[in-house]
């Protein structure tokens, strides 16, 4: 039978499997789901179980993080983290900061994201933040060239020689055809046409098509250049 001093010393020594509410200092909320509705319930519950200063943070790629916000007591303490895929290679994280926004809340977002090795940029919570409002058109008017080319593949040739990381088509398997419509549908909303629409990539994603997440993609579908 063990002693009290040794049960006593298992009590210290062993992980805690759960933070208790007041010793949360910070939340970092991130759903597969780019619903609104989802991410507001899950924030209340969150915010439900933390301090009222804890600094609760969330994954998005297009939606408003203002709106997610109001779902939180004390909404001046939730700001907004962009990971781009894939997010343990892309070195890139938007940290997203609302007009009420405590300034330490920005600082320890920036100090999380310094920690992983990445690099943060602050941006404004606007309508595909900074770098979707310049990279979903770009892939989009890639996939509007693919319709009507022979060799589609091409294109990522020629993005990849020009010194891009991969090329578009291979970029949007990456991402996922769901979070690419999400995010042309969110611009769409505000800009109109100047976000061009997506016939191709809509149909695929109708039929079931993915991207990398279901081996279903421009690399993985139409021919066998995987590599």
Not at 110 to 123: A, D, H, N
Not at 145 to 155: H, Q, T, Y
Not at 198 to 208: A, I, K, R, S, V
């Amino acid at each position: 039978q063990k002693s009290l001093d040794q049960k006593e010393q298992q009590k210290k020594t062993r992980p805690k499997q759960q933070m208790t509410k007041e010793e949360a200092e910070r939340i970092l909320a991130a759903l597969k789901n780019e619903e609104m509705k989802v991410k507001k319930q899950l924030l209340a519950d969150l915010a439900n179980r933390c301090r009222e200063d804890t600094i609760i943070a969330t994954n998005t790629s297009a939606l408003s993080v203002a709106e997610m916000a109001k779902a939180v007591p004390h909404p001046e303490r939730v700001i907004g983290l962009h990971f781009f895929n894939p997010a343990h290679l892309m070195p890139l994280v938007e940290v997203v900061q609302l007009e009420n926004t405590r300034p330490e809340a920005v600082a320890a977002a920036m100090r999380f994201v310094q920690s992983m090795g990445k690099t943060p940029i602050l941006v404004k919570d606007a309508h595909g933040f900074i770098v979707n409002r310049i990279l979903v058109p770009y892939l989009l008017g890639a996939v509007q060239l693919a319709v009507n080319m022979r060799d589609p593949w091409i294109l990522d040739d020629a993005m990849v020689e020009f010194g891009m990381p991969m090329g578009p088509l291979r970029l949007l398997d990456e991402v996922g055809f769901d979070v690419a419509l999400h995010v042309e549908k969110t611009l769409r909303t505000a800009f109109g046409d100047h976000v061009p629409a997506c016939q191709l990539l809509q149909d695929m994603h109708e039929h079931g098509m993915m991207g990398r997440k279901n081996e279903r993609g421009f690399y993985t579908s139409f021919q066998d250049r995987t590599n």
